[in-house]
């Protein structure tokens, strides 16, 4: 059986429209279950873009799709957090899609066979379909575990899951703790205590910093491709997080884009891999000046975290 797909849409119909066009290509599709979740609008103005984008779904999707529409605006990381709780009471894994989100066609069964692979593995608390933007070439055809998530078109289990911490218990230690601040940080090459932090002082709504610190916590393991499977349509200002600045994660396709995907065997992380990863995501988070803006932000950060 197919892990279900979850997909999670808003108020971009047309986003939503690109999105399942392209999931449609992908074979399995119409072998896997689909569970739609559709946020509420937050004002009167929202109303009509919200109800356009439910009606692209079940115009998409048809009747054979299982339909989730809030009456009210429960926000990015509650609407995700439920969604999947959700679904994982009902099935033992799922894949998990926002609606800005565009796929290679081989994307689902990818994302099946890792599943497969290790369930039963609980090292591994999730599967990626995306990969960041690397300069410098792997030189290998095999997916790699690394020590940090994406959000960007997902897998998981109930098993790992259940480990979620919404309450992201202990959070505090990364305030004072800087040797575990730099390891959260990917060895200080991407601000996630910066986001840890502001979510839990309610300046940000991100379910997934939550997440990656109850995987970060047990020392758990994330699967990723060689090369990505995944394309973030979403930095375009419509979405909830904004438009970038001076980061900007893509994935465009490649020539000579590796097919037939090694699964390894071992559950550890290649650490040549890894450092080639971090100096990638230090490159496209803008560098010493992206480096610079952090560390401002991270210095008012906790001058409101006293508060």
Aim: charge should be positive; charged fraction near 25%.
């Amino acid at each position: 059986m197919l892990a279900p797909l979850i997909i999670f849409a808003y108020r971009r119909p047309e986003h939503l429209r690109r999105t399942l066009l392209n999931l449609m290509k992908c074979e399995g599709f119409y072998d896997s279950q689909v569970i739609f979740f559709g946020d509420g609008p937050k004002n009167s103005k929202e109303i009509v873009s919200v109800e356009e984008t439910r009606r692209i779904a079940i115009g998409m999707l048809g009747i054979g799709a299982e339909y989730h529409f809030s009456e009210i605006n429960q926000g990015i990381s509650k609407s995700i957090i439920n969604g999947v709780n959700h679904a994982l009471n009902k099935y033992e894994r799922v894949i998990v899609l926002e609606d800005d989100l565009l796929v290679r066609p081989d994307f689902i069964l990818y994302m099946n066979r890792a599943l497969d692979l290790y369930e039963k593995n609980e090292k591994v608390f999730q599967i990626s379909g995306y990969q960041f933007d690397i300069e410098q070439s792997l030189t290998s055809n095999s997916a790699m575990f690394l020590p940090f998530l994406s959000s960007w078109g997902w897998g998981t289990w109930k098993r790992a899951w259940l480990q979620f911490d919404r309450e992201a218990h202990d959070w505090e230690k990364i305030l004072g703790d800087r040797k575990l601040r730099y390891y959260f940080n990917l060895d200080g090459n991407y601000p996630y205590a910066n986001i840890l932090v502001s979510q839990m002082k309610g300046l940000c709504d991100s379910w997934a910093i939550r997440w990656y610190w109850s995987v970060f916590k047990l020392e758990g393991l994330v699967l990723y491709p060689p090369i990505s499977k995944v394309k973030n349509i979403g930095f375009d200002g419509s979405g909830t997080h904004g438009k970038g600045f001076i980061r900007y994660f893509n994935c465009e396709k490649k020539e000579g884009e590796l097919e037939n995907i090694e699964f390894p065997v071992e559950s550890k992380v290649d650490k040549h891999k890894y450092s080639i990863i971090k100096k990638t995501i230090w490159r496209i988070n803008g560098g010493w000046r992206g480096s610079l803006l952090d560390w401002l932000k991270w210095n008012f950060i906790k001058i409101v975290s006293k508060k």
